[in-house]
């Protein structure tokens, strides 16, 4: 079937932009009149019509007159090009002017029309040719921009996206990753499976790799076993590093080869590029350099270009590795800390505070782990297993006098902000066997006033519950208190980083003094966080701050010594 008969099956759907109402119904008559092919013709009478129906008709092809209003058929189609409008484009003109039609194809258009001096056929065959030739080009150039053996773009094409990718980068300086990568050993099974099998192969890799991508990705086959991935969605190393860790586990899968199953292993390099990079013109060098690493490295892995970089993704799969470890073998552990009241000092509360220790020994620092949780759903681990102590550390503090204290478990941004989060929780909290009215829990103003009506809802299924909730960290954040107070909020926790303030800063013990006083207002409680000094309790005391906590008060400890190692084993 030739390219020009597949253009005539259907009715073609052109796009007419001309203010002259009269000009538009004479045209469409000439079309209509026309028996051998069928148009779909759309008319709009503006500029800033025709712009917005271009991109919801997506037409077949565009008529455009020269004289709209204020602007000209030639700047539309200027416009329309730049927008990434791929479909051929006729300026149609009332007068005779050689200037103009040169001018039109220099802009884009494909042809140029006098309205005088057309005929039915004549326009016929003008958008009939424009649509064929436009088809052609487009094959073309996917032809010439594609690796034949997957469909991936091919390394001239590769390089043109980078080209691009880069530049833009350092106008807008949104940064994105580039990523190198190279079948381990594929030599050596191009040999024994033979160079067909070998193809299969990298088609599967091709299909794998576009299955980990976003869909604005460029991924390509520089030839060889070699695969590139430019993403430009990514917002940071990590999200670099956490692409590049699912390629390698996907590439880890065995491979279904006909009548034979295989497994092999892929290496990553990694360049994170932000303005600074992006200005290198060793770009690919540095991808080249961290593919080389990730091999050194023991293949079957990723490496970033960057040092530092690369020590952040060791120590976070290191974290990852610990923390899975700790939580499959019940080894996460809580210390409490003591919350007092500010009157009588009188132990009224005990916040949870999570601790890992690696098998080496060395103890991960909780915001290291807690990063790591909050990647994945290992978020709820840590809450399962904090309320799983919550019971014993009740009955230890609070057992004798019932009700007089609670216990604090800290929440991820990330779990309170779900719109599941009440009833996993109020599961998690059944299952552990305590009850509601023995714990409170502490949630920070980021991820909550993303959606304030959802985090109301949550909140006040939470307290109908008998759960009550305290707000953690204020003050480290933006959002003002009677923002917060929308929120059913029972405690406010001012941050350490404020209540260190307040012994150098006037100002800082202005605000905190008022803060307390509004918050008390409002019926909610205020608790001073870290406090170190006398000096510091004494001034929230007398600030009207109910609770206190901090290293003065009490240091987190364990509940009973941790049994050794060695008995447990
Ligand atoms: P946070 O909730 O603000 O916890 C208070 C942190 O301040 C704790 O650090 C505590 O040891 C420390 N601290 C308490 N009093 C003082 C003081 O007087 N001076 C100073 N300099 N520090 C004091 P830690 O244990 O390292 O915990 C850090 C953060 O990790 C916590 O901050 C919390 O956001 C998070 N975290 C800890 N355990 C959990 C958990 O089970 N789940 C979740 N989601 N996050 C947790
Ligand atoms: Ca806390
Ligand atoms: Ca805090």
Redesign the pocket.
Known sequence: MSLLESTEDKPLSILYVDDDYEDFLLTEAMLQSHSRTDYEVEWVDTFENGIEKLKSLKPDACLVDYNLGEHTGIEFVQWAKEAGFEGPMILLTGRNDSDLDQRALAAGAVDYLEKNAVNPNLLARAIRYAVHRKHIERELSTLASSDHLTGLRNRASFDSELRRVTSSCLRTGKPFALLLLDIDHFKEANDTLGHQAGDALLIEVAARLSDCCRGGDIVSRWGGDEFAVIADSIGSALGAANLANRIVMSMNQPFDLGDQSIRTSASVGIVYCNEEMAARPELLSFADQALYRAKAAGRNGCAFFDEEMNKELRQRLFVKEELELAVNWNRLQ??G?PIVCAQDNRLCGI?????LTAQNGENI???QF?AA??DNEM?WA??R??LACAGAWHSSAFGGQKGNGRIS????PK?ICRSDAAPIILDLVEQSGVKAEWLDL?I?ENGIMADIERTRETLTILKEAGLTISL??FGAGQTSLSYLAQLPIDRL?I??SFVRKVMTSTEAQAISESVVALANRLGIETLA????SAEEADFFRNAGCAVL?????G??AYMELPEPVAANA
């Open positions: 809580f210390m800390q916040e949870l505070l999570a601790r620092p909780p915001d807690i949780a909050e978020i840590v809450t297993a904090a478990i800290n929440l991820s779990q502490e920070t953690d960290d926790k941050d350490r966080e870290g406090v170190e906590q901090g290293y003065f008060i240091r987190p």
